[in-house]
C-alpha cells in the first residue's frame, strides 16, 4: 500500500541513498504529518494493540502500590515527580492514583508528569485524568520534566524507541538499511561497507554465527533516564516484551492486532522490537544505579498480590465479572498463547541509596 509517508521516505532515498532503520522508525512513528503516533489511538480492540492497563485495572492499581511502596523506601519525599513515559491513553495512571489513595500522603506529595509527542493520546489522557486536570503536566522529553526526585513508569515504552541492526556477514558486521528496488519499493538490504560502530554493540556477546543478527537500541533516553535518577534520586519501574541479551531479529509491525510487514504502509502500522534488558540494566549501572530483573511479569505480579486483588474484585460479583477477572488474570500473568506472564519482563533501575525495590530479591540484582 502506497502512504504519503511511503512517498516522503522514497524521496529521502532517492536522494540521500539508503537509511538506518532506526531513521525509518522514527519516521513512521514520529513524522509531524504522517507518523503512527501523531495520527491516531492504536489501543483497543479498534486499534492495533491493547496494552496491560487496557486489559485490567488490577494491572495499574498494583503499579501503584509499587510506586506507594518504593517512594516510602526513598523516605517519603514532600515532593516528587510521578512520572510516565508513553502513558498511552492515561489508564494506568488513572488506575495507580486510585490504588494509592490508600496512602493519602503519597498523593499529596506527587507532582504527575506525562512524557508524550502525541496530540491524539495526550487528548485521551486529559479526558482520562481530569479529576487531576490541575495536576497533570505534559511534556515532549524526559528533560523537561522538573528537577527533583522522580518515580518512572514506563509500560511498553522502550519497545517502541527506534533500534539499528547489523548482520554478520563474511566475518564483518554490516548495518541493515531501508532501501529501494528497482520498482521504487521499500526494501530491507545491507550497507556493503562493515560498520564501524558494531563491533563495540556485541563486545558482550558470543562470538557470531553467519548471518546473525545484532540489534541496538537508541540509547538516548534510557541514558538521559538514568542521569537523571543517579543525579536527583528516585527509580524507574520499565515493563515491556523483550530478553536478556543475545542475537536475534525482533523488529516487526502490528495492524489490527495481527502482525504485518513493516515496510508496506509506513505510518499505518504500529514497529516495535523486543527490548533488550540487560542494555537497559548496562546503561543504568553505568550511570550510577543499581539494576534489578529483568524479572517475567507474571512472578512479579504474584508477588504485588494479583491473585488477591483478583479474588478482591471477585467478591460477591455476577458470576459473569468473575469470569472477566479470571481471563484477565491469565492474559496478565498467564505463559500461554496470547498471555503476556513470560514474554513480558521487569526491570528496575534505583538510585544506589534507595536499597530493595518492592517485589525483587537481593538475587535478582544485575552484577
Not at 291 to 301: C, I, K, S
Not at 311 to 321: C, G, I, S, Y
Not at 332 to 337: F, I, T
Request: charged fraction near 20%.
Amino acid at each position: 500500500m502506497t502512504t504519503p509517508l511511503a512517498q516522503d521516505i522514497a524521496a529521502l532515498i532517492a536522494a540521500e541513498g539508503p537509511m538506518p532503520l532506526s531513521r525509518y522508525m522514527a519516521l513512521c512513528l514520529g513524522h509531524p504529518r504522517h507518523g503512527y503516533y501523531m495520527t491516531r489511538d492504536p489501543l483497543g480492540a479498534r486499534g492495533d494493540f491493547t496494552t496491560a492497563p487496557e486489559i485490567s485495572q488490577m494491572f495499574g492499581e498494583l503499579l501503584g502500590l509499587w510506586a506507594v511502596a518504593q517512594w516510602q523506601a526513598m523516605g517519603s519525599p514532600a515532593a516528587f515527580a510521578l512520572v510516565e513515559l508513553g502513558p498511552g491513553r492515561g489508564t494506568l495512571m488513572a488506575d495507580a492514583l486510585r490504588a494509592a489513595r490508600l496512602v493519602p500522603d503519597f498523593g499529596a506529595a506527587a507532582r504527575i508528569h506525562l512524557v508524550e509527542t502525541s496530540p491524539v493520546l495526550r487528548a485521551a489522557q486529559a479526558r482520562t485524568l481530569a479529576a487531576y486536570a490541575d495536576h497533570v503536566a505534559w511534556h515532549d522529553r524526559m528533560e523537561e520534566v522538573p528537577d527533583g526526585p522522580a518515580l518512572v513508569l514506563a509500560n511498553e515504552f522502550f519497545d517502541a524507541l527506534p533500534i539499528d541492526q547489523y548482520v554478520f556477514h563474511a566475518g564483518y558486521w554490516h548495518e541493515r538499511r531501508v532501501g529501494l528496488d528497482d520498482g521504487g519499493r521499500l526494501v530491507l538490504g545491507l550497507d556493503p561497507a562493515p560498520s564501524r560502530a558494531a563491533p563495540a554493540f556485541a563486545a558482550h556477546l558470543p562470538p557470531p554465527a553467519e548471518g546473525a543478527v545484532l540489534e541496538h537500541l537508541e540509547s538516548g533516553p534510557a541514558r538521559v533516564l538514568s542521569a537523571r535518577l543517579n543525579t536527583q534520586g528516585g527509580a524507574a519501574l520499565i515493563i515491556d516484551y523483550g530478553h536478556a541479551g543475545g542475537y536475534g531479529d525482533t523488529f516487526q509491525a502490528l495492524e489490527q492486532h495481527r502482525f504485518a510487514d513493516p515496510l508496506s504502509a509506513p505510518g499505518n502500522a504500529d514497529l516495535t522490537a523486543h527490548v533488550d534488558f540487560s542494555a537497559l540494566a548496562r546503561i543504568g549501572r553505568a550511570a550510577g544505579l543499581r539494576a534489578f530483573g529483568p524479572l517475567e511479569q507474571r512472578a512479579f505480579l504474584a508477588r504485588l498480590g494479583l491473585a488477591q486483588r483478583a479474588e478482591r474484585l471477585k467478591r460477591d460479583a455476577p458470576a459473569e465479572v468473575r469470569a472477566s477477572v479470571d481471563a484477565a488474570a491469565r492474559r496478565l500473568a498467564g505463559d500461554g498463547a496470547g498471555e503476556m506472564g513470560r514474554l513480558f519482563k521487569v526491570l528496575v533501575l534505583a538510585h544506589p541509596e534507595i536499597g530493595l525495590p518492592p517485589a525483587f530479591d537481593s538475587a535478582e540484582e544485575w552484577v
